[in-house]
């Protein structure tokens, strides 16, 4: 099937955080819908977070979100794939246009982080220009702080 996507600029429709929330437990199903919904009212109390989905029919079926951290920073915070739809480059695809609207937006850095275990995304990071910048020793593992600049040539 053929996947569509969309972004939106701000998280406001009950309608989209309802289908991005039930996404997101399907990706992380360690985390309830209920705790992702309450993430997500806060993260966008704090700060719009702009989200880009791809879609199979009119289900969402991968997602990737971020926010500014500061005038020129961008902060790419989330994003996954369904189980059933990995391996198809719809992160990739989902990363590329993020980068993309980063870029024409201004913002001259992009930081993420993952854990080592999530090696999937870590090499998509690295792929995308990433490099690692930092760890930071948490409650749930070691995290790795990656940044790129906008004006890295290499998108995957």
């Known amino acids: 099937m ?10 406001s ?3 989209d955080c309802n289908a991005l929330t039930g ?20 993260q966008q109390s704090r700060q719009p977070v702009q989200v880009w989905l791809a879609f199979s029919g009119d289900q969402p079926v991968a997602c990737k979100l971020g926010y500014e951290r ?9 994003g996954g794939v369904h189980p059933d739809h990995r391996c198809q480059g719809l992160a ?3 990363m590329r ?6 870029a024409a937006q201004g913002y ?17 990071n690295l792929r995308f220009g990433f490099d690692i910048v930092g760890t ?7 995290t790795l702080v990656l940044e790129k600049s906008t004006a890295s040539a290499k998108t995957g």
């Open 23 to 42: 996404l997101l437990h399907q990706i992380f199903p360690d985390t309830s819908v209920l705790d992702w919904e309450s993430e997500l009212r806060y």
């Open 13 to 15: 429709a009950a309608t």
């Open 136 to 142: 930071v020793q948490g409650g749930r593992g070691l």
């Open 70 to 78: 500061k005038p020129g920073h961008y902060y790419s915070w989330l």
């Open 97 to 102: 246009q993020q980068h993309a609207w980063c």
């Open 108 to 124: 001259h850095t992009i930081r993420t982080q993952t854990f080592n275990r999530w090696r999937a995304m870590l090499l998509l």
């Open 92 to 94: 990739a695809e989902l």
């Open 2 to 11: 053929n996947q569509t996507f969309r972004f939106l600029p701000t998280l």
